[in-house]
């Protein structure tokens, strides 16, 4: 999967970031706080990304450092919050705000978001209280336990694109890993997943 982009910024709007590197434009959708963080246009950037994989497109987003991918990797785990809220959320706030926010149970704050309701928020308060660290701000780096080591991170990320819901795609891919030992590339989990998945197997519910 792509995680990292570095290479020469050759445009930036609010919303996109063009990336040139190894003679190929990254096409990348940035939070629209990291627009005035850019480089000018022809110096060199690097941007951590999040490869998302739908049926009717491949997106890219991108981010400014570790700690800010991460967080946006929590909150599309959270049911209701899709990639596209995710980065308004990241866009309205930084991370070490919506920890706090998260961790004070500021649901008046969160819901200020457009696009997120009220019980959306309170979902958020619940599901990713554990996951983002203290009220201070500070944030985790997700823990590589339960079978979600390797690539099959990059793989449940993947699966969670596609609109499996991040318990139903940890199931299917440690089912696979069970059946077939030593897989550990987001590719080969990948390939066996989508084709237990067109065979008819599912990902159970």
């Known amino acids: 999967m792509i995680g990292l ?18 003679g190929v434009g990254y096409e990348i959708q940035i939070p629209m706080s990291a627009f005035d963080k850019l480089p000018e246009v022809g110096a060199e950037v690097a941007l951590y990304t999040h490869f998302a994989v739908r049926e009717d497109a491949q997106v890219l987003f991108g981010f400014l450092d570790a700690v800010e991918k991460t967080t946006f990797r929590h909150l599309i785990r959270v049911s209701g919050v899709g990639p596209r809220l995710a980065l308004a959320l990241l866009s309205g706030m930084s991370s070490a ?8 149970g500021d649901v008046a704050r ?86 237990s998945l067109s065979a008819g197997a599912g990902v159970g519910s």
Do not use: C, F, N, W
Request: hydrophobic share 40%.
């Open 97 to 104: 705000d919506l920890a706090a926010a998260v961790h004070g």
């Open 110 to 195: 969160l819901s200020k978001v457009p696009g997120i309701g009220k019980k959306t928020a309170e979902r958020m308060v619940v599901e990713l209280r554990d996951r983002l660290g203290d009220s201070s701000g500070e944030i985790s780096l997700p823990a590589e336990t339960g079978g979600t080591v390797g690539g099959s991170r990059e793989a449940e990320d993947a699966l969670v694109s596609l609109g499996y819901r991040q318990q139903q795609a940890a199931r299917l891919l440690a089912r696979i890993k069970r059946d077939h030992p030593g897989t550990t590339t987001t590719e080969e989990l990948l390939r066996l997943a989508l084709k």
């Open 5 to 22: 982009i570095r290479g020469k910024l050759a445009g930036k709007t609010p919303a996109e970031a063009l990336v040139m590197a190894g």
